[in-house]
């Protein structure tokens, strides 16, 4: 016996569509910031879950195996989306979506960017260091120097960038970006 058994087969179907298209759009969507359209899908089933799933609810009703289940339900663990939850009276492992879009958002974002802004400030603050070795070596190559000077210049207004986007993200990760866009209300 599944859930939909003693409701109107026709209504189910209505139900069933507009949760579709619903699931669909959020994996297209979620497509668009670098996640796979099946994990995207994944995440929308989950969404429309009556309370936590395991694997092999999941396996069963996207008709998936159970390794990509797996994969891309640690995928979302990562990501702060779902969460695993204990499920009573079973060894088995529970997941179940984390309803708060706005937070999703703010996870999602802060984990991608904080990694790039990492990566990237490394980068730059190693060929910095790398320029100012040079300059010493390049003492009265005016032309050289010119092009080391233009390159610096160049370096410290990404580095800027990158501290800016540090306190953006802090924003996020603290909520303080609420207080300059407003989540909507009832």
């Known amino acids: 016996m599944n859930e939909y058994d003693d409701l109107p087969q026709d209504q ?104 790039a802004v990492e990566s990237n400030t490394n980068a730059l603050t190693k060929s910095l260091n790398e320029l100012r070795e040079l300059r010493k070596e390049c003492e009265g190559n005016e032309r050289m120097t010119a092009l080391i000077d233009m390159d610096e210049a160049k370096i410290v207004e990404a580095l800027k960038y990158y501290r800016w986007l540090l306190r953006f993200i802090e924003a996020l990760e603290t909520g303080k970006i609420f207080e300059l866009v407003p989540k909507e209300s009832d």
């Open 12 to 115: 189910v179907l209505k139900l069933k569509k507009a949760r579709d298209r619903v699931i669909d759009s959020i994996g297209k969507n979620m497509d668009l910031y670098g996640i796979t359209l099946s994990v995207g899908h994944l995440y929308g089933h989950m969404y429309f879950s009556d309370g936590p799933v395991t694997l092999d609810d999941l396996s069963k009703k996207m008709e998936m195996s159970k390794t990509s289940m797996s994969t891309g339900v640690r995928t979302l663990v990562d990501l702060k989306m779902i969460d695993k939850v204990w499920g009573k009276g079973s060894r088995k492992d529970f997941y179940e979506v984390t309803p708060d879009w706005y937070q999703n958002f703010c996870d999602y974002f802060s984990i991608k960017w904080r990694k």
